[in-house]
């Protein structure tokens, strides 16, 4: 076969052919990309500057329990004859809640009247004997002066008046013990008659009629009265946040159900004493609320907001938008952070200056404008890429 064949010829075309198609499409496939390359930002995600509200806010969860409550008790036993109440009743203060059997009080009562008569009369036959006494002993004296009768008998009349005089004031004493025992049970008798010490609502009853009660070593409960008007919710702040907090500040908070609905009210009271829960240290802070509307119950649990501060219509973006600390124009260390702005195709690290900032969004002071693009560094943008955007989130 000759070099210059006509099959050898053909097969020298096709070679050619396909390299002119493989040089084609590459060189095709590499202007496709350029522009990519020369436009980093592109590729890039970023979150635009924009106006908003910074708040600055503490959070924790809390409980509802009502800021006036008396639980009322039983002082004397035994059985609990009559209930005059019901669970969520409105009481008034003096109204009669309850009463225990008063059967044993009133025998105890009858005795100690009885023995205090007893003592009545003996001491009126005793202040006889004290005046037959006086007489003879006067008669006596006057008597021994002219030598009618011995010294003896002086002497004898002398102490027969000091023991009638010594004994009518035992007796006194006696009676005295007697009256204040009958005092004491009469006391006892009252206290069969339970009465509500302040205005409320009950709510929690722990007894039942015919229940005996035994009030010789703790007093027991009968029932707990509230005033619903005004609640307290009792918040737990972890130690790291509760240097921040402050009687008087506003809090606002909201409830499972609440639909929506936000509470407001104002810290009374940091107690000192903490708790250690699962080996965190948590500080109770008492909040007051208004609820004359009675929408707020006992052992509801909140969520809590302390407003700490607040930046309302200004520049602000996304914390995570935000690069390393650097110093400021002036050399000092303040809260000035680098960041990536995007410029058309490229991309300028500047330094701003950052106010307010909780834990998502910081407030811009300077360095930026409304509408600027920031791109987010490398290993946010990496740990977002899931959510296949590019510009987003917006503020």
Known sequence: MSVNSPKRRRFKFVLITLLVLVAVGAGAWFAWKAPASKNPAATMMTVQVQTTTVDDVVTAQGKLEPRDYVDVGAQVSGQLEKIHFELGDVVKAG???????PEVYEKRVEADEAALKRLQAQRLQQEASVLQAQQKFDRNKKLVKDKAVSQENFQDAETALKIAQAQLA???AQIAEAQSTLEGDQANLGYTKIYAPMDGTVVVQSVQEGQTLNASQQAPTLVQLANLDTMTVRAQVAEADIMRLKPGMDVSFTTLGSQGRTWTGTVRQILPSPETINDVVLYNVLVDVDN???QLMTG???QMFFAINKAENV???PVSALGKRVPDQDGEDTLAYSVRVV???KIEDRAVQIGLMNRTMAEVKSGLSAGDEIALPLAVASSSSGGGFRGGPRL
């Open 343 to 345: 410029q058309g195709r």
């Open 300 to 302: 509801m649990s909140t």
């Open 170 to 172: 035992a007796l006194d």
């Open 315 to 317: 520049l602000a973006l």
């Open 292 to 294: 004359k509307d009675r």
């Open 95 to 101: 109204d009669l809640l309850a009463e225990i059997d």
